[in-house]
């Protein structure tokens, strides 16, 4: 889904949304299988329970990124180019 000029305003702002305590983000990819997984996660340090907090930067390479999932309460990475939707809630936690 991503990968041309404007994939890195959208990566920003997926990134932005993911850090911000006020945003739910869920995010539906395609697992290395082939399988389709839906996730709902952050990067908001806020949302991550202390002992699950990250002690090193969350990004693994440019082609992915490890998230903090708020469902299964542990750490996951998906790589951007098998995004097949983003859906942002600013609405939630207020």
Not at 43 to 62: C, G, R
Not at 75 to 92: L, Q, Y
């Amino acid at each position: 889904m991503f990968k041309d000029d404007s994939d890195e305003a959208l990566e920003l702002k997926i990134k932005n949304a993911l850090s911000d305590n006020l945003s739910e983000v869920r995010i539906k990819f395609t697992k290395k299988d082939g399988t389709e997984r839906d996730m709902l996660c952050t990067l908001a340090e806020s949302k991550i329970p202390e002992d699950k907090k990250p002690k090193s930067d969350t990004t693994i390479t440019d082609e992915v990124l490890r998230v903090f999932d708020l469902e299964k309460q542990d750490w996951r990475s998906f790589r951007w180019d098998s995004i097949i939707s983003v859906s942002i809630d600013t609405a939630k936690g207020i």
